[in-house]
């Protein structure tokens, strides 16, 4: 270290200090900036030869305004980036002077851009265009918005073009949102407790808040920034109402602050009761004056404080959640109380339709609709009612939701859970790529052929521009952020999708092991493979054809095919799988429950019938004999039994084929996967033989040749017992 101009003594005893410094900060670094999973899908590792010689002469300079704190965040993101990959980063300048520079900006903030650029200003909002210009008669790069934001994203993109190895010549692309909100939605609640999250603590220190503003909430802005998100639910729709108490607000408009520059906007959950237990009311009826002016004041004061405030979500009337029906009034009369407040100031309400009735109800399934489709058209503009992706909770496989086509005065939003509450925790490996895919690209038929969810959610089937999509996070303290480092592909992939529904599962996946692990063709192959497969193991062995609900109690960890009894029928596994000795599976058919009657006709037709329905459902809609013959030729019971099997078999192929990546994934993260592996497979067979013992009982049948019967007896699978699992509701 030089240290100009101190005399020679001191500045070796400086130098030597420095040294210590650096060593310290080496020691601390290290291992935190070892492969720990930390820099997610924008760790910037050094292109290779030669290939770098080629990005290097594509971006030797960059000229990129920092006037606005966006354009600053955008500007040090392309430095950090380019400088990772490139081994230095670009030179920053005013104006090119060499070929290979690389122009960001807006046509109104950068007469450069808007010569090279104009029609950005046409560009959708948060859109941008990557182009391939010449300037000076030199070639050179422009990465154009209309707005801030939209560069940012554009950035983003050029930065994930390098990353993934794609060539810089002869770019011409141009990209906008397809949804308008693309949020995430935290469970997380205020003592950092998560529902349902399994990669530690809550991300937000809320005792430290707003004196100590965590670095990581600014790596967690330009993660999401990166993937196109524009907004995050900071806490659990199981909401407590102090969130909207004058200190948390103070807490929540620094993380806003810290949010803005990448475009993120926050919302909060909102107690439909906080008017009493804030206010001191005794009601919070919708229609009640003093209510509604409650709300007015606090929503003021939350604008004061946050002028960007996204809105609220609001999960009311729902597993024991206060909310309008406590005083005889709809959901909409709800919605619309915090809609009329809220839109002055530009807010949105996400009202969640994720509600079953608390007395012992019709099937499950159906309730959700019964009780939402008679409103459509009841609610205010500034409402969207949030649906899960299937009509139960989750499931490693469900119908889309008979909602989605069905409410076309009102823009409905689509929910995916990020967290894996049904797919193994974090330690599972189960990309969700393919089931959020299987899900948007499901035809709904409500407008005939090609009336898919994916245009359900983003407006263009009826017609909205209000439009929405959340996914409940998998984020928390831990140092790898998901947990696991193969969940960071599932926040990865519900980001990439939020931008863009119509994306493939196979290009997110393929982008995201890129950018994580490796631009190795031998990595790239079998680690994609092990992906696309994965989901579909997790169904197989925790249950295939259909079934649901199977896992137990409470925490939700493991087998629970036997759970019956209870507060209520329908937390139970019983009530869904519905075995008896002569055969199993729910009948929502015509002649069962009619949950197929909600779906349009031409799919109702489908579902309804046994012959025709995808046989990945046929046990959500049917009750169907053991010995019924299935495609493949093998009775019911048998499929199912190969069904297990084959999802073990595949966790085992996933193990061996990560073994065999040793030598071409960094050691720390190769352990911790290999590891997990481990875990899941095991865990795999503990599904597999818990549930064949299970059925067993009830099929009365032998397993087909070649399949090993369980090793342990069915009690002692009942027996187990996890007081401690985590993420529990509470
Ligand atoms: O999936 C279930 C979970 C609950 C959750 C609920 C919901 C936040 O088990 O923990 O509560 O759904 O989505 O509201």
Same mark, same amino acid.
């Given at each position: 270290m030089r240290v100009p101009g101190a005399p020679r003594r001191l500045r070796a005893a400086a130098g030597a200090a420095a040294l210590a410094a650096l060593l310290l900060a080496g020691l601390v670094a290290a291992p935190a900036s070892a492969e720990d999973g930390y820099a997610l899908w924008l760790r910037y590792a050094p292109i290779e030869a030669p290939d770098a010689q080629a990005y290097r002469a594509a971006a030797t300079q960059l000229v990129a305004g920092a006037a606005t704190p966006t354009q600053a965040a955008t500007r040090d993101e392309l430095l950090r980036?380019?400088?990772? %990959?490139?081994?230095?980063?670009?030179?920053?300048?005013?104006?090119?002077?060499?070929?290979?520079?690389?122009?960001?900006?807006?046509?109104?903030?950068?007469?450069? &851009?808007?010569?090279?650029?104009?029609?950005?200003?046409?560009?959708?909002?948060?859109? !941008?265009?990557?182009?391939?210009?010449?300037?000076?008669?030199?070639?050179?790069?422009?990465?154009?918005?209309?707005?801030?934001?939209?560069?940012?994203?554009?950035?983003? #993109?050029?930065?994930?073009?390098?990353?993934?190895?794609?060539?810089?010549?002869?770019?011409?692309?141009?990209?906008?949102?397809?949804?308008?909100?693309?949020?995430?939605?935290?469970?997380?609640?205020?003592?950092?407790?998560?529902?349902?999250?399994?990669?530690?603590?809550?991300?937000?220190?809320?005792?430290? %808040?707003?004196?100590w503003l965590d670095p990581r909430y600014t790596d967690y802005a330009r993660a999401n920034a990166s993937l196109g998100l524009n907004g995050t639910v900071l806490n659990n729709v199981n909401a407590n109402a102090e969130i909207l108490a004058a200190p948390y607000l103070e807490k929540v408009a620094a993380l806003a602050g810290v949010m803005r520059p990448y475009g993120i906007r926050v919302y909060l959950s909102a107690r439909f009761s906080a008017p009493m237990e804030l206010g001191g009311l005794s009601t919070a009826d919708p229609l009640d004056p003093a209510v509604r002016r409650w709300w007015q004041a606090k929503v003021d004061e939350v604008y004061a404080r946050i002028p960007d405030f996204g809105g609220f979500l609001v999960k009311a009337n729902s597993e024991g959640q206060p909310g309008p029906q406590d005083y005889g009034r709809s959901h909409a009369d709800g919605a619309n109380l915090l809609a009329d407040v809220l839109a002055p100031h530009g807010g949105v309400v996400m009202w969640r339709a994720f509600v079953y009735s608390d007395e012992e109800p019709e099937d499950r399934a159906r309730q959700a609709y019964s009780e939402f489709v008679p409103l459509d058209g009841r609610f205010r503009d500034n409402v969207l009612v949030q649906v899960k992706n299937g009509p139960v909770d989750f499931q490693p496989r469900e119908p889309f939701h008979p909602m989605f086509?069905?409410?076309?005065?009102?823009?409905?939003?689509?929910?995916?859970?990020?967290?894996?509450? !049904?797919?193994?925790?974090?330690?599972?490996?189960?990309?969700?790529?393919?089931?959020?895919?299987?899900?948007?690209?499901?035809?709904?038929?409500?407008?005939?052929?090609?009336?898919?969810?994916?245009? &359900?959610?983003?407006?263009?089937?009826?017609?909205?521009?209000?439009?929405?999509?959340?996914?409940?996070?998998?984020?928390?303290?831990?140092?790898?952020?998901?947990?696991?480092?193969?969940?960071?592909?599932?926040? !990865?992939?519900?980001?990439?999708?939020?931008?863009?529904?119509?994306?493939?599962?196979?290009?997110?996946?393929?982008?995201?092991?890129?950018?994580?692990?490796?631009?190795?063709?031998?990595? &790239?192959?079998?680690?994609?493979?092990?992906?696309?497969?994965?989901?579909?193991?997790? &169904?197989?062995?925790?249950?295939?054809?259909?079934?649901? #609900?199977?896992?137990?109690?409470?925490? #939700?960890y493991g087998p629970g095919p036997w759970v019956d009894g209870g507060p209520r029928a329908d937390w139970t596994s019983v009530y869904f799988h519905r075995a008896t000795r002569e055969g199993i599976g729910f009948d929502r058919s015509r002649r069962g429950s009619n949950a197929v009657s909600q779906y349009a006709a031409p799919v109702a037709e489908v579902f309804d019938d046994p012959a025709r329905v995808p046989e990945a459902l046929l046990l959500w809609f049917h009750h169907v004999p053991w010995d019924r013959p299935m495609r493949s030729g093998r009775p019911l019971w048998d499929e199912l039994v190969v069904r297990y099997d084959r999802g073990v078999a595949q966790v085992a192929a996933m193990r061996a084929a990560w073994d065999g990546l040793r030598d071409r994934i960094d050691p720390e993260r190769h352990r911790q996967v290999a590891a997990f592996l481990a875990i899941q497979e095991q865990e795999a067979q503990w599904w597999r033989d818990a549930s064949i013992a299970y059925f067993q009982a009830f099929s009365r049948r032998p397993l087909p040749a070649g399949h090993a019967p369980p090793p342990r007896p069915l009690a002692d699978y009942e027996a187990l017992s996890f007081p401690h699992a985590p993420g529990d509701g509470r």
């Open positions: 980036g380019l400088g990772g %990959l490139l081994g230095a980063p670009p030179r920053l300048l005013p104006y090119p002077t060499a070929a290979g520079a690389i122009v960001v900006g807006t046509p109104a903030n950068s007469p450069l &851009v808007a010569r090279l650029a104009p029609d950005a200003a046409q560009l959708d909002r948060e859109g !941008y265009l990557i182009r391939s210009v010449r300037i000076d008669g030199r070639p050179g790069t422009v990465v154009a918005g209309r707005d801030d934001i939209g560069v940012l994203h554009g950035a983003f #993109h050029l930065l994930r073009l390098l990353q993934t190895r794609q060539p810089l010549q002869g770019l011409d692309l141009r990209e906008s949102p397809r949804i308008k909100l693309r949020v995430l939605n935290h469970w997380d609640n205020l003592d950092r407790y998560v529902e349902r999250g399994y990669a530690g603590q809550s991300i937000w220190d809320w005792h430290r %808040l707003p004196g086509g069905a409410m076309p005065k009102t823009p409905l939003m689509m929910e995916f859970q990020v967290t894996k509450e !049904y797919l193994g925790f974090s330690t599972h490996l189960a990309y969700l790529g393919t089931l959020y895919r299987e899900t948007l690209a499901a035809d709904t038929f409500a407008r005939g052929e090609g009336s898919t969810v994916a245009r &359900v959610v983003d407006g263009s089937l009826h017609g909205h521009a209000l439009t929405g999509i959340a996914g409940v996070a998998n984020i928390g303290s831990d140092r790898n952020w998901s947990g696991s480092h193969f969940d960071q592909a599932n926040w !990865y992939a519900f980001g990439r999708l939020a931008w863009n529904p119509d994306l493939d599962a196979r290009d997110i996946a393929e982008a995201w092991v890129r950018m994580t692990f490796s631009n190795d063709p031998r990595v &790239v192959e079998a680690v994609v493979a092990m992906m696309m497969a994965s989901r579909e193991a997790v &169904v197989d062995y925790t249950g295939a054809l259909g079934l649901h #609900h199977l896992m137990a109690r409470g925490h #939700h």
